[in-house]
């Protein structure tokens, strides 16, 4: 059998099963992809048991009118009043009849596919109503996709899948969140979309963390990277960033020192020079940690995770967790959220790094790696380093570059895609965040000098975990 037989044989077996459990019953209201997902229930056969209605309003005065108006037809306000309109009306002419023991749900989908003049980019809101029990209070699971695949086709059937997929997680998988995630992704390619933000909420969910689901979505890889707000909330990427300019900064943070907040402050003192009074408004802070900086062997301390999420959070920032470890990477993703210009901090060390070979993918070169990261208006912008042997500080314009790509850094710094930071603070420059690790662990209280204020926690769990990062 082949793999899209397989894919198929076994979404179907999912449709059958929920169409089996008499507990669960619903309505499918599904806009700008057919209806891909309801699709699934009548071909598996014994749909009655699990549909109340299916839906897609599909003209836009239609759609207004039963859900009223909406500033984007494709974005989560559209879904949040589909799922409103149709679980409310499912509640007033089932719940007498049916409320005693079935569970009532309505899943809803807004999509911008592929169309036959279309170039832009493509994605879905997806939604589901539901309730835990019979009875009780809905519960709110809501999931942004972009779909990378340019096949009209595929991308219906993709989407019809991922449905089937949410409805089975949510029913019977929500209480393991390993097994939630990796549920989402089965008999998908993952190649051809990025699940880049899920969330939980309503009646049970209350004290549930989604930072934890996005980090799972990144572990799995069905997603590049998940962004948290300042607030603890999931942003979706293409929503927060768009048309902002954008200050990143890549690190561990492990714990968040004063260096690195001192640092970004100066990049964006620097940046902002180059921006309009508008720009500067939009502008927006981000430091993103790469999954290779959270993993402690195979697994993730989610404590030591959301310790720095949240000492990043109390200076606030927004957070960004990728599985990215090269630079052009994060500059590509980024330029798909947002045309402004990018800064990317940069130390004299990671720069150095920069010019080897474990930096640079194996099937191109440094030359191409670099003309990756500097696209559209994305720039490196350069902090210095203390060479504590000779108590040097080295700078963009000092820093001496392997002889083989001098010419190519010389034309960097000439065309204006590397920028020299000016920064001065040498007591944080002369230790590294390892010296602070060593510090803390070995119960050095100068360690309070180095460490941002709302560090203790972070401080505590590095004393406990007892190794370095």
Not at 112 to 140: E, H, N, T, V
Not at 152 to 166: A, F, P, S
Not at 313 to 339: C, D, E, P, R, W
Request: proline content about 3%.
């Amino acid at each position: 059998m082949n793999s899209a037989f397989q894919a198929a044989v076994a979404t179907q077996e999912k449709a059958f099963r929920i169409n089996m459990d008499r507990s669960f019953y619903g309505t499918f209201a599904e806009i700008g992809a057919g209806q891909e997902t309801a699709n699934w229930f009548f071909r598996a056969s014994g749909a009655s048991g699990t549909v109340a209605k299916t839906i897609s309003a599909y003209d836009m005065t239609v759609s207004d009118a039963l859900y009223g108006p909406a500033s984007r037809y494709v974005s989560e306000e559209r879904l949040k009043q589909m799922m409103d309109y149709e679980y409310a009306q499912l509640v007033d002419r089932l719940a007498e009849k049916r409320g005693a023991d079935t569970r009532l749900f309505a899943f809803c989908s807004t999509v911008k596919c592929k169309g036959y003049k279309d170039k832009g980019s493509w994605f879905a809101w997806i939604g589901l109503r539901f309730q835990l029990k019979p009875g009780l209070p809905p519960s709110d699971l809501v999931m942004h996709v972009r779909l990378k695949t340019p096949d009209h086709d595929r991308q219906m059937q993709l989407l019809g899948i991922l449905g089937v997929n949410l409805l089975d997680a949510a029913f019977y998988k929500r209480n393991h969140l390993d097994s939630f995630v990796l549920a989402l992704g089965e008999n998908l390619q993952s190649d051809e979309f990025d699940l880049d933000m899920l969330r939980f909420s309503g009646h049970g969910f209350s004290m549930f963390d989604n930072r934890l689901l996005a980090l799972q979505l990144v572990q799995s890889g069905l997603c590049e990277a998940s962004l948290f707000q300042p607030d603890s909330s999931v942003a979706q990427p293409s929503d927060l960033l768009y048309k902002r300019p954008i200050v990143l900064m890549r690190g561990s943070f492990s714990p968040l020192c004063k260096i690195h907040i001192e640092i970004m402050d100066s990049v964006r003192k620097k940046f902002r020079e180059t921006l309009t009074t508008a720009q500067c408004e939009r502008e927006i802070d981000v430091c993103e940690i790469s999954l290779s900086n959270l993993l402690r062997g195979k697994d993730v301390d989610l404590i030591d995770f959301i310790d720095r999420v949240d000492a990043l959070a109390a200076q606030g920032k927004t957070v960004m967790v990728t599985n990215m470890t090269h630079f052009h990477s994060i500059s590509t993703l980024l330029n798909q959220y947002t045309q402004e210009p990018i800064a990317i901090a940069i130390s004299i060390g990671l720069l150095n790094e920069l010019f080897k070979e474990k930096w640079v993918d194996s099937s191109s070169g440094i030359f191409v790696s670099m003309s990756k990261i500097f696209i559209n208006e994305t720039r490196f912008y350069i902090t210095p380093w203390l060479n504590r042997k000779t108590g040097e500080l080295v700078t963009a314009h000092s820093y001496v570059v392997p002889k083989r790509y001098t010419y190519l850094y010389r034309h960097l710094m000439s065309c204006g895609d590397l920028i020299d930071v000016p920064y001065y603070n040498m007591q944080l420059l002369s230790q590294t965040p390892r010296d602070i690790i060593e510090m803390i662990q070995s119960g050095n209280e100068q360690w309070r000098e180095y460490v941002a204020n709302p560090c203790q926690l972070a401080a505590d769990h590095i004393k406990e975990r007892g190794h370095l990062v």
